[in-house]
């Protein structure tokens, strides 16, 4: 089993254009989180998703920002129009999201706005 | 809303001594806190979670509701321990909320 597995592991793009993160989360698991990760800070959350749903979106940035778990291929974070306050580490976490199952974390993606 | 609070960004401690990595939190109901690890190079990993009340690789951590606090502990530190610590909590299984972490190096 390779984890959750995330890629890139660094993206670096020009302010304006759109970057897509992309998560795959550990075979068995159904529940997908996003959290950031800013200079010096601890990761904050962004998203939960499980198939075809968003579940609590309550710390995605109301605009520019997008995410999605299909049915088939993994889960997608988008933002678009990307300005340089964008850079930070992504993180993706997996579960099995019964009671009381922990949150495994990929690598992370580094995004860097030039 | 729920807060988690690591007062230290920093800590070295000598290998063999005692160390201590504080967490404090901020919740009205009852908190599900975990300790996660990260040491260098490699990805988050979880280290411990208070429902387990285990001790992982020597350190153990006690949920002390009156001081909402859950500090993680070993008795003696080895060289192999320097990472960076995070606590978090869960509420309702879902997100976690982090605090900000600790680096501890350890000290030949």
């Known amino acids: 089993n390779a984890g959750v597995m995330q890629n890139p592991r660094h993206l670096v793009r020009r302010r304006g254009q759109e970057a897509r993160l992309r998560c795959s989360p550990m075979k068995g698991h159904s529940h997908v989180y996003w959290y950031r990760q800013l200079p010096e800070e601890g990761l904050k959350f962004m998203v939960y998703?499980?198939?075809?749903?968003?579940?609590?979106e309550s710390g995605m940035p109301k605009e520019r920002f997008s995410a999605e778990f299909p049915k088939e291929g993994p889960s997608i974070l988008r933002i678009q129009q990307v300005v340089r306050g964008d850079s930070a580490a992504y993180f993706c976490a997996s579960s099995q999201g019964a009671s009381n199952q922990p949150q495994h974390f990929g690598d992370g993606t580094r995004l860097s706005i030039l | 809303a729920q807060r988690v609070t690591q007062p230290e960004k920093l800590l070295s401690v000598f290998k063999g001594a005692p160390v201590e990595l504080k967490c404090n939190y901020s919740y009205s109901g009852s908190p599900e806190l975990f300790w996660y690890v990260q040491y260098s190079r490699q990805r988050l990993q979880l280290l411990l979670r208070?429902?387990s009340r285990e001790s992982i690789k020597g350190f153990t951590a006690d949920l002390n509701k009156g001081e909402t606090s859950f500090h993680l502990k070993k008795p003696f530190a080895q060289e192999e321990d320097s990472a960076m610590y995070y606590c978090?909590?869960?509420?309702?299984?879902?997100?976690?909320?982090f605090g900000t972490g600790t680096r501890l190096t350890i000290i030949p």
């Open positions: 208070h429902i």
């Open positions: 978090a909590l869960m509420v309702g299984n879902e997100k976690l909320t």
């Open positions: 998703l499980q198939k075809e749903n968003i579940i609590d």
